[in-house]
C-alpha cells in the first residue's frame, strides 16, 4: 500500500475553488503531524499547510492564509485541503507528507505522496 495518495486535483479558473484529499496508511498517519506542499515548474517544493495530529494547530504559508483550510479526519487516515479565491500562482502539483517535527522544509518530512496536479487559469 503507497503511504500516501492524493486525489482532487483538476483544472479550475481564477477564483473558483479545489478541495485536496489525501489518504495514508495508518502507519503513515497515527500520531503524525500531515504537511501539504506544492512544486510549480523549474521551482523548489514549497510549504503550503501542515496540521498537527491532533488537529488543535494548523500552519500556513503567507500566500495561502485566508484563502486555504487544511484539515483532517483521524478515523478515516486522510487529510484535506479547501483551496478557495485560487489564483494562476497556485498552479502546481500539490504533494501531501507525513511525520515531521519541522513542518516549514521539505526535506524534514518523512513519507511523501506521488502528487496532484492543479491548474488555475487566468
Known amino acids: 500500500q503507497m503511504p500516501l495518495v492524493e486525489s482532487g486535483g483538476g483544472m479550475v479558473q481564477a477564483g473558483g475553488s479545489l478541495r485536496l484529499s489525501c489518504t495514508a496508511s495508518?502507519?503513515?498517519?497515527?500520531?503524525?503531524?500531515l504537511g501539504w506542499f506544492r512544486q510549480a515548474p523549474g521551482k523548489e517544493r514549497a510549504f503550503v499547510a501542515a496540521?498537527?495530529?491532533?488537529?488543535?494547530?494548523?500552519y500556513y504559508a503567507d500566500s495561502v492564509k485566508g484563502r486555504f483550510t487544511i484539515s483532517r479526519d483521524n478515523a478515516e487516515n486522510t487529510v484535506y485541503l479547501q483551496m478557495n479565491s485560487l489564483r494562476p500562482e497556485d498552479t502546481a502539483v500539490y504533494f501531501c507528507?507525513?511525520?515531521?517535527?519541522?513542518?516549514?522544509?521539505?526535506?524534514?518530512?518523512?513519507?511523501w505522496g506521488q502528487g496532484t496536479q492543479v491548474t488555475v487559469s487566468s
Open positions: 507528507a507525513s511525520d515531521s517535527t519541522n513542518y516549514y522544509s521539505a526535506s524534514e518530512w518523512r513519507y
Open positions: 495508518p502507519r503513515t498517519f497515527s500520531s503524525y503531524a
Open positions: 496540521i498537527s495530529w491532533g488537529g488543535a494547530k494548523t
